[in-house]
């Protein structure tokens, strides 16, 4: 099911009847900040007692008696009326809030209760309220300072739109890729191993593979040429690509640059590997477009409490490739890779959960783009013009580019309601001359060359898992690491359940299954691990050299030859 959408100043009123009934109750408590998103809204505390999940029915029970007199009041203070507010409030969290703001700061009040309005607020109250969770949080976002105790919330109008989120909370539950992932033996992690470094187990592991496969093929056909290159590398080439100056806190490095004469590093990019593949070589305008691919790793520093299962991990796999171009192939290298994506996105069944981003500069902020004004205007029209051409679903996003260039982002939301960059496409007018890539014209002058970034796939773990929880659990056949098993209605048909098999295998990924158990009970078991087709024979299949065949949904599509079970489904990945 859809995700439910929360309204975000119905919750602002949730978050400020949380905090003001929460200093009803616990008069000595000081008050943090709050914030309102698609989980509802939470506010954060520091309790000089223990609140445990127990004490929140309480708090909402409270929640409840304030909304129904609701005395609200917004203001606007400067900084100082704001800070000798809160500090004769004694709150020193929101004095501290307060101080590092710019301007004019907005208040809300409820009753004796004020709060930096980080949030929108209705007029009326919401007509129910519900706690969700209790969890701890460093005071803003940071572990070196204080943690405190953080209460999630919902607020709704009516019962009925709190009985619709249940459900949908339900439904997430059972589309979690960290749970299913984990009950279908796709991948496990290991305390020993670490967080955010799962073991991807043999069945995961296909699936990961089957992609790579697909896409690598798809590449091939389109001229990208397949790289390998180094996991690790000196820390120099990371100095002159500059991630050593912006990026150093985010990456694994190795040795110490006091003691040791080489520094080296795990790459958080592949961009500066596949700029010195160009650069091994002469380039002439004859050569471009080149494109350089590589199913890479990449390696990010994270902090291990933002560590979940496949989707925020310390090492992925990106489908990942630079085209270095010329400026007058910008709109064919765009068209391509947005045709590739479409494609891959079509096959996959998820063109209705995507949309495209583009995301453009903006000229009054000179600071934060490289100052290319021609550059920008002139690649913006390309892109929009191939975006029109091929009548994507677009939207525009202006001031959201990188610094180096536009870009076009592949947005999903996932099965939480939280919108995601699944895949990118960017130009880039600002790394190619910083490494001084160039390529002879047909003048002979050395000119710079267009350099593209574009993840076909993104991350395969990432992706992996969004599929788990858009399909909860159940992949299309050709993606499925195990496409059918076949087993007897007892064990007398072993040996013609062993002749299936190995008709079949080969063919597609089969298993057998001739365990001593009941044929409902393994029915049951290969439902529940999302086999799609389910083969069972007895003595009349035997006598007739047919097959029976279910599908993991249930239904029973009755008795078929070799050939007709074949044209059931799509065994092998989609090509073009
Ligand atoms: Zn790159």
């Known amino acids: 099911m859809n995700a439910v959408e929360l309204n975000e100043e119905l919750s602002g009123f949730g978050a400020l009847l949380l905090a003001s009934a929460v200093k009803s109750i616990y008069p000595t408590v000081k008050l943090g900040g709050g914030s309102v998103g698609e989980f509802g809204y939470y506010f954060d505390f520091e309790f000089s007692v223990p609140v445990k999940t127990e004490d929140l029915s309480k708090i909402e029970d409270e929640m409840k008696r304030l909304g129904k007199r609701a005395e609200v009041s917004v203001m606007e203070k400067t900084k100082s009326e704001a800070v000798k507010l809160f500090d004769k409030s004694g709150e020193p969290f929101l004095v501290e809030l307060a101080g590092t703001r710019k301007g004019k700061i907005g208040i809300v009040k409820l009753g004796n209760t004020s709060v930096v309005a980080d949030f929108a607020i209705c007029e009326k109250s919401p007509s129910v309220v519900k706690l969700t969770q209790i969890t701890g949080a460093y005071w803003k976002g940071d572990a070196k300072n204080k943690m405190l105790t953080r209460i999630y919330g919902v607020a709704f109008k009516s019962k009925d739109e709190l009985a619709k989120y249940h459900e949908w909370q339900e439904d997430i539950k059972r589309r979690d890729h960290n749970k299913i992932g984990r009950e279908l033996e796709y991948f496990t992690t290991d305390p020993m191993i670490g967080q955010g470094l799962p073991l991807i187990l043999p069945k995961g592991a296909r699936i990961i593979k089957t992609l ?63 700029i010195a593949i160009y650069k091994s070589q002469i380039r002439s305008y004859r050569d471009l477009p080149i494109r350089i691919s590589e199913t890479g790793k990449q390696y990010r520093n994270e902090n291990s409490g933002e560590m979940h299962g496949l989707t925020r991990v310390r090492q992925y796999t990106l489908s990942d490739a630079h085209i270095f171009c010329r400026p007058d192939q910008v709109q064919q290298i ?234 059931l489904g799509q065994f092998n990945a989609p090509t073009e």
């Open 212 to 274: 790579q496969r697909w896409v690598e093929d798809e590449e091939e056909k389109r001229g990208y040429m397949q790289v390998y290159t180094p996991d690790l590398t000196k820390s120099d080439l990371f100095k002159a690509s500059g991630h050593w100056t912006h990026y150093k806190d985010g990456m694994f490095v190795i040795g110490d640059e006091r003691l040791d004469d080489e520094v080296f590093a795990l790459k958080p990019m592949n961009c500066p590997f596949h």
């Open 334 to 567: 765009f068209d391509e890779c947005l045709q590739l994506t479409d494609f891959l996105v079509r096959s996959l069944g998820i063109q209705d959960r995507i949309w495209y981003r583009f995301s453009k500069w903006d000229p009054n902020n000179r600071e934060k783009y490289i100052d290319n004004k021609e550059a920008w205007e002139k690649s913006e029209a390309v892109i929009r013009e191939v975006l029109v051409r091929n009548k994507m679903k677009f939207v525009e996003a202006a001031d959201e580019a990188a610094f180096y260039g536009p870009k076009i982002d592949i947005q999903a939301k996932n099965v939480y309601g939280k919108e995601d960059t699944l895949f990118t496409v960017q130009l880039d007018f600002a790394l190619a001359e910083k490494f001084g890539l160039s390529y002879i014209d047909e003048n002979g002058q050395k000119i710079t060359p267009f350099l593209v970034h574009r993840a076909s796939l993104g991350a395969y773990e990432r992706t992996f898992a969004f599929l788990l929880e858009h399909f909860a659990g159940a992949l299309p056949v050709w993606l499925s690491p195990t496409q059918a098993v076949v087993m007897g209605i007892t064990n007398k048909q072993d040996d013609y359940v062993d002749e299936i098999f190995k008709n079949l295998r080969g063919k597609l990924r089969i298993e057998k299954d001739i365990r001593a158990e009941k044929v409902g009970y393994k029915i049951r078991e290969h439902s529940k691990k999302k086999i799609p087709y389910l083969i069972v024979v007895g003595e009349k299949e035997r006598e007739e050299g047919k097959i029976s065949v279910r599908t993991r949904e249930g239904s029973d599509l009755g008795t078929m030859n070799i050939e007709e079970f074949f044209g």
